[in-house]
């Protein structure tokens, strides 16, 4: 009496036609892949701010409003500061300095090293000179808020008529060649040495004859 003998396991290639095999699976992304870059678009390899210029600028315009500048006031002063950061030139504001002194009235605290005043009892500032970028030898970094929320400034009510349009400006020229930077490096050598020019920087007084025609120029090359 014979018996059914085991049949063999076939090989794939002998598997009957329209058996159906195993496919080869896609491989997935792994999950621990790098997230794209949020900043490959944004400076320095455009004009868009990057994450970090945007976070310095937020904190940056929140210390200059506990300072007492107005929403606005810091909002431009932050944005000129990022351009200042840019080029590396080296300029400074009164309202990033820690020497800047807020009981009452902006008062340098540094009034020597800075050049401001020969005495300190005229190391006052005017509010145009505390609110403008410059070069300062006195300047030292202050604090800046560990966090600050995305800055917003105030808004501007509309004028009751509008303005008629005006032809668009064109940027200054923010080169370090530019002719105006000699001409306010010439301003604040004077300006070290002349205690008229001090004080007209403070709001007090005109500026001496050769004060006021260093001034002139520098105004007339920086605003083209």
């Known amino acids: 009496m014979k018996t059914a003998e085991p049949q063999k396991p076939q090989p794939p290639s002998t598997y009957p036609a329209g058996s159906k095999t195993a496919e080869p699976q896609k491989p997935q992304q792994a999950a621990n892949d790098a997230a794209p870059d949020p900043d490959s678009d944004c400076w320095p390899h455009s004009s868009a701010w990057n994450t970090s210029e945007i976070e310095l600028f937020n904190r940056r ?9 107005s929403d606005s006031e810091a909002e431009r002063l932050a944005d000129t500061l990022v351009q200042c950061d840019r080029e590396g030139d080296g300029m400074h504001a ?34 145009a000179m505390a609110m403008q970028a410059q070069r300062c030898p006195g300047f030292a970094a202050a604090a800046l808020p560990a966090t600050a929320p995305p800055f917003v400034a105030a808004s501007v009510d509309p004028p009751t008529a509008p303005d008629p349009v005006q032809p668009q400006a064109s940027s200054p020229d923010r080169s370090p060649t530019a002719p105006w930077r000699e001409l306010d490096r010439a301003y604040l050598a004077h300006h070290a040495q002349c205690n008229a020019c001090q004080c007209a920087g403070r709001g007090y007084g005109e500026r001496c004859p050769a004060g006021a025609a260093l001034w002139a120029a520098y105004l007339a090359e920086s605003s083209i």
């Open 61 to 69: 315009a929140a210390l200059f409003v506990r300072r007492g500048a």
């Open 94 to 127: 009164c309202m990033e300095c820690r020497h800047l002194q807020t009981n009452g009235h902006w008062r340098c605290g540094n009034w020597q090293s800075a050049g401001v005043a020969v005495r300190a009892g005229d190391a006052g500032l005017a509010r």
